[in-house]
């Protein structure tokens, strides 16, 4: 993300823009107690740090960092660096294709989002139709 062409940081959990933590501003060490404008994560985690990578040992490429095992929660870590790209939003089509196993595993029907029947009802009313269909002879 790009801001008057500084790199702008991430929340590692909402994904706000924090203008106030860019990268060619804060060179100083980040405050432990630092948090999200928006959803008011901890901000000096590993999930923010540019060391942060799930691919190696305690998911850290620092190698001489004390080990921190609660990865979200703020921590005293010397070698902390932002990371302005700690913001990972969530698959939705990897959930959606895990909803559809589960559902084929169980023998239960799946419908494709955006279904022409339910598209406009409410949930009620969605639910209220499966329902009769349950009973339906």
């Excluded at 993300?1 to 702008?8: C, G, I, N, W, Y």
Aim: proline share 4%; charged share 30%.
């Amino acid at each position: 993300m790009k801001a008057d062409s500084k790199e702008v940081v991430q929340c590692w959990h909402c994904g706000a823009a924090l203008p106030d933590l860019s990268l060619d501003t804060v060179r100083s060490p980040l405050p432990r107690a630092a948090v999200c404008v928006r959803c008011n994560a901890d901000l000096h985690v590993c999930r923010m740090c540019e060391f942060y990578d799930t691919g190696v040992a305690r998911s850290c490429r620092e190698s001489v960092a004390d080990e921190v095992s609660e990865k979200t929660r703020a921590n005293f870590c010397g070698y902390f660096r932002l990371r302005p790209n700690a913001h990972a939003p969530a698959d939705a089509d990897a959930a959606r294709r895990a909803r559809a196993e589960l559902a084929a595993l169980f023998g239960e029907q799946t419908t494709p989002e955006g279904d022409a029947e339910t598209d406009g009802l409410s949930a009620a009313e969605i639910a209220r139709r499966q329902l009769d269909e349950l009973f339906r002879c």
